[in-house]
């Protein structure tokens, strides 16, 4: 997972970088970047605790899932 946020995140630095936005917006773009990161990791923990891999829904989706 750090590996995987290093590398994603040194590509979008790249990108921002190079876009034609003032510096207003490239810190709101590397705030929001920053912030959904622990924010998709700790709701993810946070369901973990609630969720019910035999559960009729979650097979449903499993099985529809592309």
């Known amino acids: 997972m750090c590996s995987h946020q290093l590398f994603e995140g040194k ?23 920053s912030i959904t990161s622990p ?3 700790s709701l993810g923990v946070g369901l973990s605790n609630v969720y019910s891999g035999n559960s009729p829904t ?8 592309l």
């Open 11 to 33: 590509g979008l630095g790249g990108c921002i970088h190079q876009a034609d936005y003032g510096m207003r917006v490239k810190s709101m773009l590397v705030l929001f970047f």
């Open 39 to 41: 924010f998709g990791i």
């Open 58 to 65: 979650s097979l449903i989706v499993v099985g529809t899932k």
